[in-house]
C-alpha cells in the first residue's frame, strides 16, 4: 500500500468551511476511484502527546494499491484542477509525503 500525504501547516490559515464544502466534494468516492486510488482520509490535528506544539492542522492521506495506481492518480488530468483549487483554502505550500505501509495490523487479525 502507498499513501500520498499532505500536511497542512498548523501557523498558516486553512478555510474549513472550503475546504469541506467546496474542495473534497471534487474527490467524492468515484472520483478517487476512477483516478487511481482506493480511499482517502482527512485527519485534524487535535495535539501531541505531550502538550507540545504540533506543525500541522489538518492531514490528508490519499491510499493506493501500488507504486502504478499511484502513478494513475498523478497522470490523470483531473488533478491540475484539484491543484488549482488549493489557493482557494490554503495560502501556504502543503508538505507532501509519498509513503509505503511496510508492516500493519487490525483489530481483526
Given at each position: 500500500?502507498?499513501i500520498?500525504?499532505?500536511c497542512?501547516?498548523?501557523?498558516?490559515?486553512?478555510?474549513?468551511?472550503?475546504y469541506?464544502?467546496?474542495?473534497?466534494?471534487?474527490?467524492?468516492r468515484?472520483t478517487?476511484?476512477e483516478?487511481?486510488?482506493s480511499?482517502?482520509?482527512v485527519?485534524?490535528?487535535?495535539?501531541s502527546?505531550?502538550?507540545s506544539p504540533?506543525p500541522?492542522?489538518?492531514?490528508?492521506?490519499?491510499?493506493f494499491?501500488s507504486?502504478a495506481a499511484?502513478e494513475?492518480f498523478?497522470?490523470d488530468p483531473?488533478?491540475?484542477?484539484?491543484?488549482?483549487?488549493?489557493?482557494?483554502?490554503?495560502?501556504?505550500?502543503?508538505?507532501?509525503?509519498?509513503?509505503?505501509?511496510?508492516t500493519?495490523?487490525t483489530?481483526?487479525?
Amino acid at each position: 500500500m502507498v499513501i500520498l500525504t499532505f500536511c497542512y501547516k498548523r501557523d498558516i490559515p486553512f478555510d474549513e468551511n472550503y475546504y469541506f464544502n467546496s474542495h473534497l466534494p471534487n474527490l467524492s468516492r468515484k472520483t478517487v476511484l476512477e483516478m487511481g486510488a482506493s480511499k482517502y482520509e482527512v485527519k485534524k490535528v487535535l495535539s501531541s502527546p505531550d502538550g507540545s506544539p504540533v506543525p500541522y492542522s489538518f492531514i490528508f492521506n490519499l491510499y493506493f494499491e501500488s507504486n502504478a495506481a499511484l502513478e494513475t492518480f498523478i497522470s490523470d488530468p483531473r488533478i491540475k484542477a484539484l491543484q488549482d483549487d488549493v489557493s482557494n483554502y490554503y495560502i501556504g505550500q502543503q508538505d507532501i509525503f509519498i509513503e509505503e505501509i511496510v508492516t500493519s495490523f487490525t483489530s481483526n487479525d
